[in-house]
């Protein structure tokens, strides 16, 4: 849904800022315009109840889904084919600072 997306790109922004992101070895698509889960070291899947919940109205009717995700994700550097972040990977990336609380806001991670 869109204000998951919104959340884990906030998320995102934040641990980018506050570990120095600029300074990253390996930040490849980070903070632009696409899907996070194409940002490189970003591991995303999918997850059942929130596929569910996402493709159903108010109603209970199945709605149509954003599908440009697809046109990406499973080609670029994120790793996985999901929507909700479940992942990230930063090994040798040289960050520096905090992890910020914010991260706690990803429930699956």
């Not at 980070?30 to 596929?51: M, R």
């Not at 046109?71 to 972040?85: E, H, K, Q, V």
């Amino acid at each position: 849904s869109a204000s998951t997306q919104i959340l884990q790109r906030y998320v995102l922004a934040v641990l980018y800022f506050a570990t120095e992101g600029p300074m990253w070895h390996h930040r490849t698509y980070w903070l632009a315009g696409q899907h996070e889960c194409g940002w490189q070291f970003v591991v995303c899947s999918e997850i059942k109840e929130h596929i569910s919940d996402a493709m159903q109205d108010n109603n209970g009717n199945a709605e149509d889904t954003d599908d440009e995700y697809a046109t990406f994700a499973d080609t670029d550097l994120g790793i996985g084919t999901g929507r909700i972040i479940t992942g990230l990977k930063f090994y040798n990336n040289s960050l520096r600072g905090s992890l910020p609380s914010e991260l706690a806001a990803l429930k699956y991670l």
